[in-house]
């Protein structure tokens, strides 16, 4: 049961990776798009991309927080005690974002969509990041097991910066192959070369990335380093291989495919850190049993997990295709 309900909670922290993962890197080549005019048509394919669902994908966020809170509090209140600052900085990037994004919608002067726009692109940025910095402080085994860790260094480490880095890098290659797929499918050729360019760029940089953490992990997170390179191998092997595959069919591939091999290649690194992680919590000194609720919690929270796919995926699915069709846009 305990096992059940850990793969329950690993899964909102995948699908909030992915579709929440390209919402962020979405605002990132936003930020980077250029002046008023020159970035006039990347950012508008970008509002139009992620207009309808940007606010639902925050669903999952939600969902990881109710199910560590309820499934394992004593982890969910060390993992709030130590990393208080990473995760309040996010936040505050969350509201800050949402806030930019709506308000450069309706804003009526340049000054105001300028700032508007400024808000959500570094939001945008900045929260990614901090994620990134938990996990690696989580993965690292920076969080003590009765809480209270170190403010500062818990997340100021080698493990948490890479983590926050790769976040960043990781979300603006998932969001250019998606945006290139997206200007295909509107037949724009000038679009789709221009987030085309920034998908191999950002994939350049991940892979670089990678292979330099590797040195990083094996000094600052020995164990992690080395359940990667064990059970956890076959899901990095597979991401890279569905993120080359990616950028070989960006050139051709119908929209559909590249989507699933982008989704496919950010899916399978974090289920490789969820397996290397495996079976502790904490880095090695909180495992999953010692940090579980009673059973009769764990029952509850499956039963209602289940009650959650039947009601609520049908409703999110109903909602990408919709916005895939382009009938939400109006």
Request: charged share 10%.
């Amino acid at each position: 049961m305990t096992d059940l309900v850990a793969v329950i909670l690993f899964t909102g922290v995948v699908f909030y990776a992915v579709f929440g993962g390209a919402d962020f890197g979405a605002g990132f080549w936003d930020l980077t798009a250029g002046g008023a005019e020159r970035g006039r048509a990347p950012r508008g394919l970008i509002d139009a991309a992620i207009g309808p669902v940007w606010e639902a994908n925050h669903v999952w966020l939600i969902y990881c927080l109710v199910v560590l809170w309820t499934a394992f509090p004593g982890a969910f209140a060390a993992i709030m005690s130590t990393l208080y600052v990473p995760l309040w900085l996010a936040a505050f990037g969350i509201v800050l974002r949402g806030s930019g994004f709506a308000f450069r919608a309706v804003a009526t002067r340049t000054a105001e969509q300028r700032v508007a726009g400024a808000a959500f692109a570094l939001s945008s940025v900045i929260t990614p990041f901090f994620f990134g910095t938990v996990a690696g402080g989580i993965a690292s085994g920076r969080v003590p097991s009765e809480g209270g860790g170190d403010a500062v260094t818990s997340w100021l480490n080698p493990t948490s910066v890479l983590g926050g880095v790769l976040a960043i890098i990781v979300c603006a290659y998932l969001a250019a192959v998606f945006l290139t797929a997206e200007a295909r499918a509107r037949e724009d050729a000038e679009l789709e070369g221009w987030f085309r360019r920034r998908a191999l760029g950002s994939a350049g940089v991940a892979g670089a990335l990678a292979l330099g953490g590797i040195l990083v992990l094996r000094t600052d997170a020995d164990r992690l380093f080395e359940r990667l390179l064990g059970p956890g191998l076959p899901f990095v092997v597979a991401s890279a291989a569905t993120g080359a595959a990616a950028l070989v069919l960006l050139r051709r591939a119908v929209p559909r495919l590249l989507r699933v091999l982008a989704v496919v290649a950010v899916a399978a690194v974090v289920i490789g850190w969820g397996v290397a992680q495996y079976p502790y919590l904490l880095g090695t000194h909180l495992g999953l049993g010692a940090a579980a609720a009673p059973r009769p919690t764990l029952l509850s929270l499956a039963v209602v997990f289940g009650a959650a796919v039947v009601l609520c995926l049908p409703s999110l699915a109903l909602l990408y295709v919709l916005q895939q069709r382009g009938e939400l846009e109006a």
